[in-house]
């Protein structure tokens, strides 16, 4: 059976979007190029930035050009549209509306998989913009979780480490998102989430699954809904990313 | 300056794909994800093998997929296109036919990049297919350089690492990828061309970059006139790939 195409609403943002492609294929049973689902990836760097109009920073909107991309996705043949980037599902109801195929939703997926693994008090990692928009509170409230926020210090970390480091192509230490980590916490939380996509990438980069089994990834989480939904199988039960090299 | 829509023909890898998209954003001078170059990305796995088909083991040839491809990119408002696989370099004159908009050559710049640091013996690292075709000889006597492929079983070897490790998700060892290199360095080679994107991602996974400078990569050959070609400045003078993470 053919898989289905997957519509890549990318840009938001552009490493981000990478990581996303990256790991869908990483987490995907194949066993050589044509057993890999196919991808049509608008990698729109140039959409104007989703926390700063949230925040009421800028008047740009980058809804236009989102819809704009999921019609051009949807015209080149997509039967669903994923957008990896928990910011810009402020939107998602919106862009959603204009097209008539699915767009799988980063916020509901990642809170299914903390209720799944028991969560009741979600601590929350995302952009100013996301924690303004209340997105995943509105969801956990959905699934009966609480949800927290850090408070404003520990916010300016995380709004430093998403737009400073990784957005600037500036690398980042690990006890920066550890700390982080540790913050939510000691707020009461009994899973963090990844909630921006930015550090997903610098979670993956550091290699802190393994000590951080607590931590559920948004990207991550996409990734293997994608592969289900596009009707392919996941490389093996709760398989973990892996690099491909051996340094030996 | 608005830069130009880079089409990037893709899934031929698809995780070459990925990897030469995470190529074009580190090397890209950006300190935002605004300033980046837009790419719209066909990852389109399911494209028969392009090697079995030109070593004439398969009837399905990948032809037709690649240029219904490149015509959708056309279409979306793609202003060139790139295509980050050497052993489809054989249908590059067919696939430029089929659009109107430039295909970059990837074994193009690739020989003009070793000719510029100087090299006069060039050995080739690539898919059976791609040596089979001479596509890496045909180029490099038009630039006037020698030529040389690994021996039947150091071939053998080569298509190893591609298909029964990259392909197929599993690790590579660093001693295998050098024992190419100096195999390579052996037959009076100056330059080792990294003729096919799959042996790139393992090169760049196991950060070989500094040790064997005489090693010149074709993804990140083709990544670097991608920044240039689309209206973008390369991050800094031959900047090398770094990952983003410091692991402390």
């Known amino acids: 059976m053919q898989s289905k195409l997957v519509g890549v609403l990318g840009g938001v943002g552009p490493m981000a979007t990478v990581y996303f492609e990256q790991m869908v294929l990483e987490l995907t049973e194949a066993r050589c190029d044509q057993e890999h689902l196919n991808m049509l990836v608008s990698n729109h760097a140039t959409i104007p930035d989703r926390t700063a109009f949230i925040l009421g920073e800028s008047r740009l909107s980058p809804l236009f050009d989102m819809a704009q991309d999921a019609q051009m996705l949807a015209r080149a043949g997509c039967d669903f549209l994923v957008l ?42 995302a952009t100013a913009g996301t924690v303004k928009a209340d997105t995943y509170g509105i969801m956990c409230r959905r699934f009966g979780l609480a949800c927290v926020y850090p408070d404003p210090a520990a916010q300016r970390q995380v709004t430093a480490v998403i737009y400073d480091r990784i957005k600037a192509g500036e690398p980042v230490r690990a006890k920066e998102m550890t700390a982080l980590y540790n913050c939510m916490r000691e707020e009461g939380s009994d899973a963090v989430v990844l909630g921006c996509t930015e550090l997903s990438v610098a979670h993956r980069d550091l290699e802190l ?33 892996q690099t491909n090299a051996i340094r030996s």
């Open 84 to 125: 990896p980037c928990n910011t810009a599902h402020f939107f998602h109801e919106h862009i959603q509306n204009a097209v008539s195929i699915p767009l799988l939703n980063i916020i509901e997926e990642t809170v299914k998989a903390c209720a799944a693994q028991g969560a009741k008090r979600v601590g929350i990692l």
């Open 209 to 241: 699954h393994a000590a951080y089994p607590d931590v559920v990834d948004s990207l991550e989480t996409l990734a293997r809904r994608t592969i289900e939904y596009a009707g392919k199988r996941l490389r093996k039960p709760q398989a973990r990313l």
